[in-house]
Nanobody, 124 residues
Framework: QVQLVESGGGLVQAGGSLTLSCAAS????????MGWFRQAPGKERKFVAGISWSSGRTYYADSVKGRFTISRDNARNTVYLQMNSLKPEDTDDYYC?????????????????WGQGTRVTVSS
């Protein structure tokens, strides 16, 4: 079993930055592929970014390319999402997810483990 706990959400002005963290426990973190998703109330959860445990390759949704960066620290069992140049449309609940695959999936159903989410609000 994997437990994921996100932190770092909050209120920021447009153009500002936030860094989300997701701490994992319960399984060897270094063999987990990690993803970040976002979700608005009543909407489907959408892929934001992912990082493979085996290759270290990263993947991003088109809407965040060049602004968001996903990274991991295996020594700290933590994955990060650095968010720069934030826009009001980035306002959402952000969720960390983990999977045992070597491939970064972009659909929520491919992930076995989820955190509770952290709220990001970007004011205009």
């Amino acid at each position: 079993q994997v437990q994921l706990v996100e932190s770092g959400g909050g209120l920021v002005q447009a153009g500002g930055s936030l860094t989300l963290s997701c701490a994992a426990s319960g399984r060897t973190f270094s063999t987990l592929t990690m993803g970040w998703f976002r979700q608005a109330p009543g909407k489907e959860r959408k892929f934001v970014a992912g990082i493979s445990w085996s290759s270290g390759r990263t993947y991003y949704a088109d809407s965040v390319k060049g602004r968001f960066t996903i990274s991991r620290d295996n020594a700290r069992n933590t994955v990060y999402l650095q968010m720069n140049s934030l826009k009001p449309e980035d306002t959402d609940d952000y969720y960390c997810a983990a999977d045992h695959s070597t491939v970064v999936a972009t659909t929520p159903r491919e992930y076995a483990h989820w955190g509770q989410g952290t709220r990001v609000t970007v004011s205009s």
